[in-house]
């Protein structure tokens, strides 16, 4: 199983930026699916997480992030809004059956 982030980048306070995380297999193959993060020094930190219909959000992203999903492209969204400086880190996509598969990673830095 391969999962394919995309989408980080250089984006300004308040600006926006959508994350897709495409899977090698039909997505209904996993139990949950979500996003988590990790800047230099710190652990990854949970991010989002959509198991069928129910999400899970970070109190620090509630209201700003949406995640969501395309079955029919085997692939998840992370809407990112509002962006502030403290969402810059690196943001690792991730899925669960009886083991846990992760993306390689994108890069999201907010900065003026």
């Known amino acids: 199983v391969q999962l394919q982030a995309s989408g980080g980048g250089l984006v300004q306070p308040g600006g926006s930026l959508r994350l897709a995380c495409v899977a090698s297999?039909?997505?209904?193959?996993?139990?949950?699916m979500g996003w988590f993060r990790q800047t230099p020094g710190k652990q990854r930190e949970l991010v989002t997480t959509i198991t069928g219909g129910s999400t899970n959000y970070a109190d620090s992203v509630k209201g700003r992030f949406t995640i969501s999903r395309d079955n029919a492209k085997n692939t998840w969204y992370l809407q990112m809004n509002s962006l502030k400086p403290e969402d810059t880190a690196v943001y690792y996509c991730y899925a669960k059956t009886w083991t846990s598969y992760w993306g390689q990673g994108t890069q999201v830095t907010v900065s003026s």
């Open positions: 297999i039909n997505i209904f193959s996993f139990n949950t």
